[in-house]
């Protein structure tokens, strides 16, 4: 089945940590993201990647980083510069980014990071 | 002012009870409209595209006014299942990675 597998689903990190969570889709998407969403607000975007080797930043990116080396895999890295980290972090994939209604977000499971 | 207002809730409803979700959004350029319902620390899912002329699916109805910018989302004949977040997303066209997502309103329905 087609999906977006995010890992690992839990995460404990100590401050001044980097940690990196990873998101792999067998969807054919040519567009990811990553969102974070905390208790009572909505999601907002970290990063964004279109293509393959091209990446956005998003509305919160400061740090943060990412990687697009392969269609497949955009993988997240929550630097110790990051002020608060601990929130749930939600990976999706569309198949493309214009406006159309068929560019839908579908979402990963999540990985909920928290920090000691 | 938020670009996309939500009633957090939450909305406690009898199982078979009819409610209604309203959804306001700023942006006048906003393309297309989305629900999506989140259930307790899982991952949004898509519920519904809204269109123009308002769609229905099963128990759920979707209108939206652009006039107004303000989407509404109908739930009919409520069952226990229902009990989740709902999402409201509007998406412009300015970078359609521009994905506004609401802070939600949560529903619970009670047997």
């Known amino acids: 089945d087609g999906g977006i597998t995010q890992s690992p689903k839990y995460l404990f990190r100590k401050e001044g940590q980097n940690v990196t969570l990873s998101c792999e889709q067998n969807?054919?998407?040519?567009?990811m993201y990553w969102y974070r969403q905390d208790p009572g607000q909505g999601l907002r975007l970290i990063y964004y990647?279109?293509?393959?080797?091209?990446?956005q930043k998003g509305d919160i990116a400061e740090g943060y980083s990412v990687s697009r080396e392969k269609k497949e895999s955009f993988p997240l890295t929550v630097t110790s510069a990051q002020k608060n980290p601990t929130a749930f972090y939600l990976c999706?994939?569309?198949?493309?980014?214009?406006?159309?209604?068929?560019?839908?977000?579908?979402f990963g499971a999540g990985s909920r990071l928290t920090v000691l | 002012r938020k670009e996309v207002e939500q009633d957090p809730g939450p909305f406690n409803v009898p199982e078979g009870a009819t409610v209604a979700f309203n959804c306001t959004y700023s942006?006048?350029?906003?393309?297309?409209f989305f629900w999506y319902r989140q259930d307790c620390r899982k991952e949004p899912k898509l519920l519904m595209s809204?269109?123009?002329s308002g769609n229905e699916d099963g128990r759920f109805t979707a209108q939206l006014n652009r006039a107004s910018q303000y989407i509404s989302l109908l739930i009919r004949d409520s069952k226990l299942s229902d009990s989740a977040t709902y999402l409201c997303?509007?998406?412009?066209?300015?970078?359609?990675?521009?994905?506004?997502f609401g802070a939600g309103t949560r529903l619970f329905v009670k047997a």
């Open positions: 999706a994939s569309s198949e493309g980014t214009g406006s159309s209604g068929a560019n839908v977000l579908t």
């Open positions: 969807l054919n998407h040519d567009a």
């Open positions: 990647s279109q293509i393959v080797n091209d990446f």
């Open positions: 942006n006048s350029a906003s393309q297309s």
């Open positions: 809204v269109y123009s």
């Open positions: 997303v509007v998406r412009g066209n300015t970078g359609g990675f521009k994905t506004i």
